[in-house]
């Protein structure tokens, strides 16, 4: 080990020398905080009213604005540097410039929904909900904000208008103060052009006719309560649990009150087999918290459930984690479980009554004592002599399970009592190395009944011969265990160099409230994370009409994204909280080896928001276009007959056609001819015809007219708005 090391390190002085000849090896550019805050403010800001909540919120939203989906928006990772770059910053410019400018956009009327999500939203956006009784009710105040880069209350209603839709957003255009009330009842909103910051607020049940609409003077109040809060007036357990999970104030970030919610639960919490401990828990649950952030510069996913004192919690809470074992070179993943200390196990005894009753007690205390005269060996010895401690890792030399040991004396002990039970132990020289082994024969064959099939005994014997040895070497308060005797020389060899308490801690890991998690080492994941982006961000430049040039961008190895990764996954508890984690670069997908799935997500998500109203758009203006196909054979027989006797049929009868349902299609359920010769168009959505339910009831009406002894038509929609009907039919052209 030692040689190779020298040999590495002289080839690394040997090359540092020949480049250093060559050129001066530029440094990797670290992120300026003040380049960070600025690219910040012209991409999205960091959340605001986090840091403004009221002391009665019982509920916190962030929603990331969609720059920060794509991953495009500087969040305390080490790809910070390359997102505030003025050639970053540059490129989104271009992107924005482009959607109010490319016609093609503007054709297919996607370049108002684009701009607003791409380009008029400067930050996440954020939303409370505020109780004066600490419960989340439907006469609870919903608030809602975010930034908006409008430079006047006129920017805002142009943008609004621009967006079209069947349903309009306000009653009316903001006023010249920037307020205006929702078109559904009791909603109100305040656009302020001094800080581009839009507030909308309401009540939780859907701004329902019961409830009190809310005023712009109402509405102005609570801005003012809301710019007087500060961090410290918001809940304890959000200020708790919000670190856990985003510091950046960029990511996804959810928290609400469950005040009262968990004792309704646990009322009606049925038995199960962790006994009372489920109901326990839910009626000391206060909180749930959840969201996807930044947290230690790595990603972070976790949702919490705010519990204290459950009594659950303060028997899987870990006591301490200090896993001073070594290993040869850094780990490449490692999986640690913590188990019950001995004053834990006896907290857990004392309260078996409490927890699973007299009769899951008794049952508890049977199954113990059979163990321990099997054995001589319990829960409560084990507690007492091994963990809390035990870890499981692979390294350079090979794959080992470690435990911390705290009594040898008793577990040297415990093998000796139970030779009698066929218990064999010895050591072994394996290659130099002292290693220690115990066989401890199966127990298959002698739990079977007395009156079991000699043939199934004769083979569970057999089966207990499969048992074969445990192998473990003693180091220090650690044994460390492998599957085959070889495994600890090769360990021995190589020599043990590495702390597994240093490598925790370099990596954040959350080993004090870990019950079971697991960590590993990635290569390349910043990389791969950053191209994607990239190859994203082209893709956004190209759809809309964009020239930004990804190629200024700098490129991985200049802006020297760390090789070396973390992933990782852990089930947490401490004394007041439960807890799933998932640790990682960019994106959770990085678990199954896929870097920036989250990323791809995101993007496929925008562009579903823009398309996916253009293509249901398309979709009804098909659907009119295939029913007014209906009216064809129609028209010609009206034109017929009107050519033929000099006047209009005034029936389907009269022009010589079938009855109006046998005229329909697939989106019309019939086609009838009236006076003058006008044609209606019956659309339906009900079985088996197939018009869109906002096309249903509507109708198309043509009126007939002569012009140089040739029949034109006109037409027009009833109960179908005019963007679905064709163009010729809204401007009432003849000659259809």
Not at 137 to 151: E, H, I, Y
Not at 479 to 488: D, G, H, I, N, T
Request: proline content about 6%; some cysteine; charged content about 20%.
């Amino acid at each position: 080990m030692t040689a190779r090391r020298n040999v590495l390190l002289s080839a690394a002085i040997v090359a540092g020398l020949g480049l250093a000849a060559c050129h001066k090896k530029d440094e990797a550019p670290a992120a300026d905080p003040k380049a960070v805050a600025a690219a910040q403010a012209a991409i999205a800001s960091p959340a605001w009213l986090r840091q403004h909540l009221p002391a009665q919120t019982v509920a916190y939203l962030r929603i990331p604005s969609p720059w920060g989906m794509l991953g495009a928006v500087p969040a305390g990772r080490p790809l910070d540097a390359a997102l505030s770059t003025k050639a970053h910053l540059d490129a989104i410019a271009k992107i924005r410039e482009s959607i109010g400018k490319d016609k093609l956009l503007a054709d297919l009327k996607i370049a108002p929904v684009a701009n607003l999500l791409l380009s008029d939203l400067r930050s996440p956006i954020e939303g409370i909900i505020v109780d004066p009784l600490g419960i989340p009710s439907f006469t609870s105040r919903v608030v809602v904000t975010a930034v908006l880069d409008f430079p006047s209350v006129d920017a805002f209603n142009a943008r609004l208008k621009s967006l079209g839709g069947e349903t309009p957003l306000l009653k009316a255009p903001l006023d010249a103060q920037g307020n205006g009330q929702l078109a559904s009842d009791g909603g109100a909103l305040h656009y302020d052009v001094t800080t581009r910051r839009l507030w909308v607020t309401g009540h939780m049940k859907g701004l329902a006719a019961e409830q009190p609409g809310i005023d712009g003077t109402a509405l102005t109040t609570l801005i003012a309560d809301v710019d007087k809060a500060t961090a410290a007036t918001a809940p304890a357990s959000l200020s708790a649990l919000e670190p856990r999970i985003d510091t950046s104030g960029e990511g996804f970030f959810g928290w609400i009150s469950m005040r009262g919610i968990g004792a309704v639960a646990a009322a009606q919490a049925g038995d199960s087999p962790l006994g009372r401990l489920p109901a326990d828990f839910a009626s000391k649950a206060d909180a749930v918290a959840f969201g996807a952030g930044t947290v230690n510069g790595r990603g972070q996913l976790q949702l919490l459930v705010h519990a204290p004192q459950a009594r659950l919690l303060q028997y899987l809470s870990p006591t301490s984690f200090a896993p001073t074992v070594k290993s040869v070179g850094a780990p490449h993943w490692a999986v640690t479980l913590n188990t019950p200390t001995a004053e834990t196990w006896k907290a857990f005894e004392g309260n078996l009554n409490l927890d699973f009753g007299a009769e899951g007690a008794k049952a508890f205390h049977e199954s113990v004592d059979r163990l321990s005269k099997r054995y001589h060996f319990d829960p409560e010895r084990y507690t007492a002599w091994f963990g809390p401690e035990t870890v499981v890792f692979a390294d350079d030399a090979g794959l080992y399970y470690a435990t911390r040991v705290r009594d040898w004396k008793g577990w040297h002990e415990l093998i000796d009592q139970n030779k009698g039970n066929g218990w064999k132990t010895g050591t072994a020289k394996v290659d130099g190395a002292e290693v220690h082994w115990l066989s401890i024969p199966g127990q298959a064959a002698t739990n079977l009944p007395p009156d079991s099939d000699p043939s199934m005994r004769a083979f569970m014997q057999m089966v207990d011969r499969f048992g074969g040895r445990t192998w473990w070497t003693e180091e220090g308060d650690w044994a460390v265990f492998a599957k085959v005797p070889q495994a600890l020389s090769d360990r021995a060899a190589a020599g043990p160099d590495t702390s597994l308490d240093d490598w925790f801690k370099a990596r954040s890991y959350p080993g004090q409230r870990t019950v079971a998690g697991f960590t590993a080492t990635t290569h390349g994941a910043q990389r791969d994370a950053y191209y994607l982006y990239l190859s994203l961000l082209q893709f956004v430049a190209g759809a809309t009409g964009s020239d930004a040039d990804i190629s200024t961008l700098p490129s991985a190895h200049t802006l020297g994204l760390p090789d070396q990764g973390v992933l990782g996954a852990a089930l947490e508890a401490d004394k007041d909280t439960l807890g799933f984690s998932l640790t990682y670069e960019h994106s959770p997908v990085e678990l199954v080896g896929e870097g920036g799935g989250v990323t791809v997500i995101a993007g496929t998500a925008i562009l579903a928001a823009i398309a996916v109203p253009q293509y249901q758009e398309y979709t009804l203006r098909s659907q009119v276009a295939g029913a007014l196909s209906a009216a064809d054979p129609v028209k010609t027989a009206v034109a017929e007959h009107r050519l033929t006797t000099g006047k209009f049929p005034a029936s389907n009868k009269a022009a010589g056609l079938d009855d109006g349902e046998a005229l329909g299609n697939d989106y019309v359920s019939s086609v009838e001819v009236g006076q003058g010769g006008e044609i209606t168009v019956n659309l339906d959505g009900e079985a088996p015809h197939k018009a869109d339910a906002k096309l249903d009831g509507g109708q198309l009406i043509l009126l007939p007219r002569v012009e140089g002894g040739q029949v034109g038509w006109t037409c027009s929609g009833e109960g179908i708005d005019e963007k679905y009907l064709p163009a010729s039919c809204r401007d009432a052209l003849p000659g259809l």
